[in-house]
């Protein structure tokens, strides 16, 4: 039914979309506004790392299937996975979303279907059918009327767990919502190409919102357990035994502390539905506002055990956002350990195992090193593991013994 589908925004979702489609025997056109991006990805390579991506990707411009370019083409199929990042007032800037838009309106034809799968404020798919058909008067939108339209436009939300997308991809249910007539029935006979998961048909600000309530949640249960580390660091007492013993019962399911949320999503996404109802969210706000404390309080406890030696080493696992990805966007991992170069803590010894040099906000600071976990431990006064890394296994308990330790994951509980 669809033979073939133009991605717009070749990033951590359009791409993996993209390599699953064109496996599954559509002809994919991949599109994206940085051209270092498209000239990668038509030499069959990944321009990031995410677990299976790689090998997709070669596989799948090696069989003629995915192709890169810099505008959209003519196709059956459109799905936009563009950035829709948090703006200085904390509202979405849409201005992508627009952009991808107005160059895929220019190639629209009637039977075609435009779906949004960035996570987008309630209300965006609508306004995104009024761009389309205010650059396309020729054709009818659902936005227009109860009928079916010439195109017909959904959101599909992305819900892909960095780390495991090759896999979420294929297997997660997802969330299908219709701007009007037949919208989102076609758009489920697109994801059905390549998704063993369920499709659940619903309306598209439905669909938002859902999308935004499943990272808000994440949000609201992690904040929830970063406060009660702080209230257990009170007590002195380990917040790791508590959430072990709490966990028990048998209708408890606390997260994990950790040093702050990072990540472009669950740090983000709830100030959507903020923006939209701030008045009806206080809880939304606020778990926000704890998790966006993290860091700072990480960093205090840090100094404060760094302080009691002189002339400290201090040994930083992990930069990235989270485990075993190479993602060091919005880190609160990057942060701490930037912070604690530029307060000239130490000399800090920083692991990294999935990046081959420092990002330049630490390099420049010359009181940071980029070394393996093992010579950092071994050289350490203090060692402070900000990222639950599967490499960080290597590293011995008895090689922590009379350091002080600093785990900001439970890792080592
Ligand atoms: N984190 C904790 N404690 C925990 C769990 C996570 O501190 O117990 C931290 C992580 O270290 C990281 C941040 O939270 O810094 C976010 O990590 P994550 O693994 O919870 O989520 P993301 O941002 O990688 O992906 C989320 C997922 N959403 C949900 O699980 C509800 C994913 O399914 C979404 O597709 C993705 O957001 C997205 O793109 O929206």
């Known amino acids: ?49 995410e677990p299976d991506l790689a090998v997709a990707v070669s596989g799948a411009v090696a069989m003629g299937r995915l192709r890169a370019t810099g505008t959209p083409e003519p196709a059956d199929a459109f799905i936009i996975a563009v950035p829709t990042p948090l703006q200085e007032d904390r509202t979405a800037d849409l201005s992508y979303v627009r952009d991808a838009a107005v160059s895929v309106a220019a190639v629209l034809k009637a039977g075609d279907l435009v779906i949004l799968e960035s996570t987008s404020p309630p209300g965006t798919t609508v306004e995104l059918s009024r761009w389309l058909g205010k650059h396309r008067p020729d054709l009818t939108f659902p936005h227009q009327s109860g009928d079916t339209p010439d195109v017909r436009v959904a959101h599909c939300p992305e819900r892909v767990l960095p780390g495991r997308t090759m896999i979420e991809i294929a297997t997660n249910d997802r969330v299908v919502g219709g701007v009007g007539e037949g919208c989102a029935e076609r758009a489920r006979d697109l994801y059905e190409v390549f998704t063993q998961g369920e499709c659940l048909l619903t309306d598209a600000t439905t669909a938002e919102m859902a999308k935004l309530s499943e990272n808000a949640f994440r949000d609201v249960n992690i904040a929830f357990a970063n406060e009660i580390s702080m209230v257990c660091d009170h007590l002195g007492i380990d917040a790791g035994d508590v959430i072990a013993l709490a966990n028990r019962h048998p209708r408890v399911d606390i997260l994990r502390p950790g040093p702050g949320v990072g990540g472009h999503c669950i740090a983000v996404d709830p100030w959507f539905i903020v923006g939209t109802a701030p008045r009806q969210s206080p809880l939304i706000r606020l778990a926000r506002e704890v998790n966006d404390a993290r860091p700072d309080y990480v960093l205090g406890e840090v100094v404060r055990t760094a302080e009691r030696f002189k002339d400290p080493v201090v040994a930083c696992l992990g930069l990235a956002f989270k485990a075993n990805i190479d993602d060091l966007r919005e880190s609160p991992a990057l942060h701490i350990v930037t912070r604690l170069a530029e307060q000239q803590v130490g000399h800090l010894l920083v692991v990294e195992p999935h990046i081959n040099e420092l990002p330049d906000s630490l390099a420049s600071t010359g009181t940071a090193a980029l070394v393996d976990a093992t010579t950092a431990v071994r050289d350490a006064d203090v060692v402070v593991l900000l990222v639950d890394h599967d490499a960080f296994r290597a590293v011995k308990r008895t090689a922590l013994r009379g350091k002080a330790v600093f785990d900001t994951r439970g890792f080592w509980h």
């Open 1 to 49: 039914m669809f033979s073939s589908v133009c991605v717009a925004g070749l990033g951590y979702i359009g791409l993996p979309t993209a390599v699953a489609l064109a496996t599954n025997g559509i002809d994919v056109i991949g599109v994206d506004v940085n051209p270092a991006t498209v000239e990668l990805i038509n030499s069959g390579r990944a321009p990031f790392v």
